[in-house]
Nanobody
Framework: QVQLVESGGGLVQPGGSLRLSCAAS????????MGWYRQPPGKQRELVAT???????NYADSVKGRFTISRDSDKNTMYLQMNSLKPEDTAVYYC?????????WGQGTQVTVSS
């Protein structure tokens, strides 16, 4: 099993920034990709950004140019730097970890963008 713990969420004003972290532990061999997903209130979960074991990245159109995904292999930690936040970014953000054994999810962290 892989355990994922997200942190860094909170309340921020429009135009502000937050940095989310996802710490992975357990059986973390053979990483394929990690990613961030989010679920806005009343909506389905959607992809935000992914990063592969080769550090190739992919972003949803709605966050391109504003969000940056990265990972630190030595710390087994993934990050999501979120800049120029908008009210529509309000959601529960989930960490996802895929390796050869399975597909794992964290519990989520709330991000609220409001004035």
């Amino acid at each position: 099993q892989v355990q994922l713990v997200e942190s860094g969420g909170g309340l921020v004003q429009p135009g502000g920034s937050l940095r989310l972290s996802c710490a992975a532990s357990g059986n973390i061999f053979g990483l394929y990709a990690m990613g961030w997903y989010r679920q806005p209130p009343g909506k389905q979960r959607e992809l935000v950004a992914t990063i592969t074991s080769g550090t190739s990245t992919n972003y949803a159109d709605s966050v391109k140019g504003r969000f940056t995904i990265s990972r630190d292999s030595d710390k087994n930690t993934m990050y999501l730097q979120m800049n120029s936040l908008k009210p529509e970014d309000t959601a529960v953000y989930y960490c996802n970890y895929r390796n050869y054994l399975g597909n794992y999810w964290g519990q989520g962290t709330q991000v609220t963008v409001s004035s």
